[in-house]
């Protein structure tokens, strides 16, 4: 298995909803990442996690909550979104942890738009 | 902030043509990767340089690297309708947490957009 799995493809949700993205990878990975991109936009790092613990966050709002469960799982909640978060967050994970020579695997996003 | 620039923003060419989109970045790095990416959906790894590197070849791709000048390049050679994507440089550099955990932060660039015509 060579790929990263994200759920939903797509997800609306209004400002007071609670949510979840949902992230997978079986390859092994020990780091694993979050993204966001707007559109025509390059992607922006959020959030950084090497072997299942949190090693930056790149001064990411609060309603933004990410949680890795284990190796291979990453999720990122949401509450008490902004129209200005919809986006498509992209997850991705390589297979070292530090500043080694790994490309990135992503996975396919998911499109969110806040109403 | 973004580590990278890249030019031109937009390249239209022929099939068969090549093509060559530049990127600059602003730090020491690790590494630079090259990303396509079509129709905002995931991104896929292309090519990666290491910083002691100055050329790489994959197929039908030629990346450069002149960490003197903060640069790469990338040339996609005889270029095919199916290459229409966005292309994203991504420069990787070391740093560490407040708790000196190091890690690999990946920044891209802008993008270019290519259009190939049949």
């Known amino acids: 298995d060579t790929e ?8 609306v949700m209004g400002m007071t909803n609670k ?7 079986h390859m092994g990975h020990r780091a694993m990442y979050w993204y966001k991109q707007k559109a025509k936009k390059p992607p922006e790092l959020m959030f950084v996690y090497s072997y299942e613990k949190l090693s930056i966050n790149e001064s990411v709002p609060s309603r ?12 990122l909640h949401l509450h008490a979104l902004q129209p200005e978060d919809s986006a498509l967050y992209l997850c991705a ?3 070292g942890a530090g500043e080694g020579n790994y490309g990135y695997t992503f996975g396919s996003g998911t499109r969110l738009t806040v109403v | 902030s973004q580590q ?3 030019d031109p923003q937009a390249l239209s060419i022929q099939e ?31 090519i990666l ?13 030629r990346v450069t690297l002149d960490t003197s000048k903060k640069s790469s390049s990338l040339l996609i050679t005889a270029s095919r309708a199916a290459d229409t994507a966005s292309y994203f440089c991504a420069a990787l550099r070391g740093a560490a947490n407040a708790g000196g955990t190091s890690y690999g932060k990946l920044t891209f660039g802008q ?3 290519l259009t190939v015509h049949p």
Request: proline share 4%; net charge positive; hydrophobic share 20%.
């Open chain 1, 4 to 11: 990263v799995t994200q759920t939903p493809k797509h997800l």
């Open chain 1, 19 to 25: 949510k979840s993205l949902k992230c997978e990878q």
């Open chain 1, 64 to 75: 933004f909550s990410p949680e890795c469960p284990n190796s291979s799982l990453l999720n």
């Open chain 1, 93 to 95: 994970s390589s297979r």
């Open chain 2, 4 to 6: 990278g620039e890249e």
């Open chain 2, 16 to 46: 068969g043509e090549n093509a060559t989109m530049n990127c600059s970045y602003k730090t020491s790095i690790n590494n630079l990767q090259w990303y396509r990416q079509n129709s905002g959906r995931g991104l896929v790894h292309l």
């Open chain 2, 49 to 61: 340089i290491r910083s002691n590197e100055r050329e790489k070849h994959s197929g039908r791709l």
């Open chain 2, 111 to 113: 993008g270019t957009i």
